[in-house]
């Protein structure tokens, strides 16, 4: 199994920034996709950023500009900067990762989500 471990959440005021982290453990065999997620009250889970082990990011439309994903392969972790935050960011927070080693393996599971972190944006 993967864990993933969030961090870097909290309440944070309208304009404000927040970085978001999460690192993967356990029995990795090669994690190539790493991404977030966000879910707000009342709305279903949407994504917002993603990459992979070789560099390439996509975003969602509404994630261009204020988020950036980056991380850290050796560490295998995967962090999500957010500037200029407004209300309607607030939800909770899923890092996500394919475990690409697992998959060729055939193994069943080589998706893993983590549990989430909230981000409330109040003043």
């Known amino acids: 199994q993967v864990q993933l471990a969030e961090s870097g959440g909290g309440l944070v005021q309208p304009g404000g920034s927040v970085r978001l982290s999460c690192v993967a453990s356990?029995?990795?065999?090669?994690?190539?996709?790493m991404g977030w997620y966000r879910q707000a009250p009342g709305k279903q889970r949407e994504f917002i950023a993603g990459?992979?082990?070789?560099?390439?990011?996509n975003y969602a439309d509404f994630a261009k500009g204020r988020f950036t994903i980056s991380r850290d392969n050796g560490k295998n972790a995967v962090f999500l900067q957010i500037n200029n935050l407004q209300p309607e960011d607030t939800a909770v927070y899923f890092c996500?990762?394919?475990?690409?080693?697992?998959?060729?393996?055939?193994?069943?599971?080589?998706?893993?989500w983590g549990q989430g972190i909230q981000v409330t944006v109040s003043s």
């Open positions: 996500n990762v394919e475990d690409s080693g697992r998959r060729r393996r055939g193994m069943s599971e080589y998706r893993f």
């Open positions: 356990g029995t990795i065999f090669e994690i190539n996709g």
């Open positions: 990459g992979t082990s070789g560099g390439t990011t």
